[in-house]
């Protein structure tokens, strides 16, 4: 009895994978919004009404694309974190921002599914949360141990930040401990830069502008995380 449950789990498990994999492929063909259980069901040579027991709704399977390319990021980031000195929190930086630009040109559907336009009508659960802050969590926690360890050094003659930021910081705060207002909003500043130029890159929108997009994008990491107050002279 038990191997049987055991057999059935597997072949479940293998059947949700083939799911999964002909729904990433139509992300590249019809975009998240085109995602169609009945399409997905005829390439399994499956009845349409067997698919929605594997996944009651489009909804649903986007969710568990969404949750699948989070932890995929997640996984890049945090082995790229893993892989450093702990106290070299500048190449920490630069590592895991060139680990998430590596993933997002490997993995352009996902990356659009989970950073381009909202699919119309579909409303992301709580169950998406924790897996779409993985790689924050890295990001924050490089940030609070350079500030521990006293040596982020922030350049000056930059704006403070707007006395309606107070309530926001704390929030963003509980990511990266003990950080001043003024260090959190760069950080914010710095975090949604990386994705712009990523956006821009994955996007077109730097096609015929930028040739050499390796070398900025590094360029453009530096940059940000000097904004922080890291030393990437040298990293």
């Keep these: 009895m038990n ?5 059935r789990e597997r072949a479940r498990a293998e059947l949700t994978r083939e799911i999964t994999e002909i729904a990433r492929r139509q992300l590249g063909t019809e975009g998240a919004g085109g995602l169609n259980l ?7 040579g499956m009845v349409s009404s067997a698919i929605y027991r594997y996944f009651p709704s489009r909804d649903e399977l986007l969710t568990a694309l969404i949750i699948d390319a989070y932890n995929a990021v997640g996984d890049a980031v945090e082995r790229a974190d893993a892989g450093c000195d702990p106290h070299d929190h500048a190449g920490r930086w630069r590592a895991v921002c060139h ?10 559907n996902e990356y659009a599914l989970i950073y381009g336009s909202p699919v119309p009508g579909y409303q992301a659960p709580a169950d998406t949360i924790g897996p779409a802050v ?11 141990a350079a500030y521990t360890d006293g040596v982020l050094t922030p350049p000056g003659g930059f704006p ?3 006395r309606s930021f107070a ?11 003990g950080l001043p207002d003024d260090l959190v909003a760069r950080a914010v500043t710095a975090w949604t830069g990386l994705f712009g130029f990523l956006n821009f890159e994955l996007f077109g929108q730097l096609t015929n502008v930028v040739e050499d997009r390796a ?3 590094d360029h453009h990491i530096r940059t940000l995380g000097r904004l922080i107050g890291l030393d990437l002279k040298t990293a």
């Design 3 to 7: 191997a049987g449950r055991t057999a």
């Design 38 to 44: 009945r399409a997905i069901a005829r390439e399994l």
């Design 99 to 108: 680990a998430l630009r590596d993933w997002a040109l490997a993995h352009p």
């Design 134 to 144: 993985r790689d924050t969590v890295v990001y924050g926690r490089i940030l609070a």
């Design 160 to 162: 403070a930040p707007p």
């Design 167 to 177: 309530g926001d910081a704390e929030v963003v705060r509980e990511l990266m401990p």
């Design 215 to 217: 070398t900025l994008f």
